[in-house]
């Protein structure tokens, strides 16, 4: 697509969305959000950056590898979570020793889970994009 | 460390798998990322071990997950019946594990190996928390989580043979209304009771009397894990998804997948409904079980007599031996559930030893293993013809193996309860059995073509797994104390929840 003004516009737009998916994602743990909306948010502003510029640049800023290795890691951060909880002579997934009060370690798990679900919904949203974008009918799909 | 451990085993060994198969994800060496695998295999295995001796002793294991208690949280249960699955999958997910690295290296892209170990454990993953979950909403998660990474792995064979992409989308598709059939139950139920914990179910559920919600939320429960345990006339996807897949995706699928599924139709009848027996359950249910069951017995098996591709016979063979299983269950007898449990942990020795020398001879050849190309193939591959001797016999019900033990038993409990046609039909459906078992035994060793004898070199890290299950099969037909012991425990303790 070469159209300027969607191209400027997309520019102005994408660290909006981004900021925008932000305060989804740590607005999410007392009021409506969170990761999954959050991650969706943001994985909008790189769809529409691919969308009018093209793949192969949305490719520059969000390598694949990067993108599998954040995909992963967002999920482990997730169970990583739960094993501090564990080491720290607590059942899995339990934040509570993870704070100086219950309270405060409730609110640190709940925050960095569901900052590795953002992660996580993020970069699947995106790969699912980059392999149907990449789809050639009848020809070796190579990524 | 270790009271540490022991207090956290009911997560530990779904969290290993879990954990490892995301560090799995990212690596790009394969040869690590099979020796990271091979590793959480083990780790989960040794803590299986360990979780079989706390069992013994203290019966029932709770584990809170986050500290919520069970109505509002969710909760782990280990006892002595979860206990048989968990082992089936730990010790098969370790040896097929061992196995499958020759022949992901040949089967699947090199780019793309890393992330089918990946995938490979978190199909343990899912199946371990499957047995071990408490919570029938987190049952459905990990159904979801085991059976779409299953899909994904099937979906792989397609660099050998594109028909895998068919079977993988029709195991996709039956899988997902199975999954879809399983959570409408569950979301009745919980409209009525207001509880997903099976124990609270369990509570709750008789005092509700003759509630059309619950017949409608037991059936369609019952029907949904019917489609993943590939009851007769709902088996629609296996053969196609067992007989593309990579090879050792179908040495874990076929020992495993639908074991546990079966071990949830169990659970969901003796334990969330098992309190209400009379009003929901079985004694219409299980006519119709027992029908569809012999059904899968001669179907399976004529299926399988007249199958050309090999491991696609394993495959019917497998719908049958289903058959004999889900038929122990609808005895709805303490000998018949046992009887059931016991061909349950053997026919996953059974089945994971035939498809594994069938593979095998297949990675030697090099060609997909069909009734004319295994020609003489036993005289090349002595060992892996040795081991598959052995598993076929035990397959038939040879006595000193194995699959002697659990027909034993099933006869035993059959004619206790439906009197003499019923041992006879099993019988019949064994003999035919035999059919394509010598029709393959024949084609190995007594063919034309054996006349030039030349040997292939068998490997090491190929045949090692094949004979340590080979050994297993022979070992538990002639020292079968534990598992007729631990069967009957298991079965005694579903019995008691039926008041």
């Known amino acids: ?143 | 460390m270790m009271p540490f451990i022991i207090k956290n085993l009911p997560i530990l060994i779904v969290i290993t798998p879990l954990m490892f198969s995301l560090i799995v994800a990212v690596l790009n060496n394969n040869r690590l990322a099979w020796t990271l695998s091979t590793f959480a295999s083990f780790l989960t295995m040794i803590f299986t071990i360990f979780l079989c001796f706390e069992v013994s002793y203290k019966s029932n294991i709770s584990y809170y997950l986050g500290n919520w208690p069970p109505p509002l949280g969710i909760e782990y249960v280990i006892d002595r019946i979860s206990i048989i699955p968990i082992m089936i999958v730990s010790v098969i997910g370790l040896i097929a594990t061992l196995f499958a690295h020759n022949f992901f290296t040949l089967e699947i892209d090199e780019k793309l190996v890393s992330k089918t170990y990946s995938l490979w454990l978190l199909t343990i993953a899912g199946l371990i928390g499957l047995i071990t979950t408490a919570d029938a909403f987190n049952l459905f998660v990990f159904l979801e989580i085991s059976s779409l990474s299953a899909v994904a792995l099937v979906a792989l064979g397609s660099k050998v043979d594109r028909k895998a992409l068919v079977a993988g989308y029709n195991y996709l598709i039956l899988g997902a209304v199975g999954a879809t059939f399983y959570v409408i139950g569950v979301g009745l139920l919980y409209g009525v009771t207001g509880t997903l914990n099976m124990g609270d179910l369990a509570q709750k559920i008789p005092a509700l009397g003759l509630n059309k919600s619950v017949i409608v939320a037991f059936t369609f429960m019952m029907l949904g894990i019917m489609v993943k345990a590939a009851v007769f006339p709902l088996h629609i996807w296996l053969p196609n998804a067992y007989a593309y897949a990579p090879s050792p995706v179908s040495v874990l699928l076929a020992a495993t997948a639908t074991k546990v599924s079966i071990y949830i139709i169990v659970r969901i009848s003796y334990t969330i409904f098992g309190s209400s027996y009379e009003i929901y359950s079985f004694e219409s249910l299980r006519y119709i079980l027992l029908y569809l069951a012999i059904l899968a017995m001669f179907a399976g098996t004529i299926m399988a007599i007249f199958e050309k591709d090999v491991k696609k016979l394993l495959a019917h063979s497998s719908v049958a031996q289903i058959g004999y299983i889900v038929l122990g269950i609808s005895l709805a007898t303490s000998p018949g559930i046992a009887s059931s449990f016991i061909h349950l942990i053997n026919h996953a020795l059974i089945k994971a030893g035939l498809f594994m020398s069938i593979v095998a001879m297949g990675y030697y050849t090099l060609k997909r293993i069909d009734v004319k190309t295994i020609a003489g193939l036993g005289r090349q591959l002595p060992i892996t013809f040795f081991s598959f001797v052995i598993c076929a016999l035990s397959l038939a019900g040879l006595p000193l193996t194995v699959g002697f033990i659990s027909k034993l038993y099933l006869i035993k409990a059959a004619y206790m309860s439906e009197g003499i046609w019923l041992p006879f039909l099993i019988l019949v459906s064994s003999a035919l059995s035999l059919i394509y078992i010598w029709k393959l035994i024949e084609g190995l060793w007594y063919s034309k073509k054996s006349l030039k004898i030349e040997k292939i070199r068998e490997l090491p890290e190929i045949y090692l797994p094949l004979l340590v299950i080979t050994f297993l099969n022979i070992y538990f037909g002639i020292d079968a104390g534990l598992i007729i012991d631990n069967s009957f425990i298991a079965s005694d303790a579903l019995m008691s929840g039926i008041r």
């Open chain 1, 1 to 143: 697509m070469d159209n300027l003004i969607l191209k400027v516009c997309t520019k102005v737009l994408f660290t909006p969305i981004i900021l925008f998916g932000l305060y989804v994602q740590f607005h999410g743990d007392f009021g409506p959000g969170g990761g999954f909306q959050a991650g969706v948010i943001v994985a909008a502003a790189f769809i529409l950056y691919a969308m009018v510029f093209s793949v192969e640049d949305c490719k520059v800023i969000m390598p694949p590898k990067l993108n599998f290795f954040l995909l992963a890691l967002g999920a482990f951060l997730y169970g990583f979570v739960g094993i501090i909880g564990l080491i720290l002579g607590d059942p899995y997934l339990s934040y509570d020793v993870l704070g100086t009060t219950k309270e405060a370690g409730q609110h640190i798990g709940i925050l960095l889970v569901e900052f590795g679900v953002g992660l996580t919904v993020c970069n699947v949203m995106i790969s699912l994009f980059y392999s149907f974008a990449n789809f050639n009918f009848g020809k070796k799909n190579n990524d």
